[in-house]
């Protein structure tokens, strides 16, 4: 077994620092999307990973759907989005952040420890066009 953290794709490189930046959008109300996940796409460099599932974005209305669908032998352990009018949210001291633990929500409170069920991620009172950031930490269940 051994861990990743997954990039969706295609994405905008945004922040040149220490973290990979990572965005897509924007999105208009109305919209649907599927898009690549990458597992070890180190810089945003999809040729450096490996294709470990789909994510798909709905929006409709005022309100989002976001789902991570992981390839067969995936497991998930922790999951991030970011669903906002900016390029990438905010932290407490109102700058940019590609921080996962910042985003606007989290699975940390869900138990999806080896967990092999698609996660979706409702989001509400939303208007206009939209940014997207999905962050996954996933292990690929070896036997």
Same mark, same amino acid.
């Given at each position: ?30 919209? +649907?999307? +599927? ?8 810089? @945003? ?23 991570? !669908? ?9 999951? #991030? ?25 989290? +699975? ?10 698609? !996660? ?12 997207? !950031?999905? #962050?996954?930490?996933? @292990?690929?269940?070896?036997?």
């Amino acid at each position: 077994m051994f861990y990743d953290v997954l990039l969706i794709s295609p994405a905008i490189y945004v922040l040149p620092t220490f973290y990979a930046g990572w965005t897509i959008g924007t999105f208009a109300p109305g919209s +649907s999307y +599927s898009f690549a996940i990458y597992a070890a796409a180190g810089q @945003c460099d999809i040729t450096k990973g490996y294709l470990a599932g789909t994510f798909e974005f709905d929006y409709y209305g005022t309100t989002a759907e976001a789902t991570f !669908i992981f390839a067969e032998g995936y497991r998930w352990e922790q999951a #991030h989005l970011y669903v906002g009018s900016s390029v990438l949210p905010t932290n407490k001291k109102g700058k940019f952040t590609v921080t996962p633990g910042q985003y606007t929500i989290s +699975s940390g409170d869900k138990d999806l420890f080896f967990s092999e069920e698609d !996660i979706t991620f409702t989001v509400r009172n939303l208007s206009g066009d939209v940014y997207v !950031i999905g #962050h996954a930490v996933s @292990c690929k269940y070896v036997m």
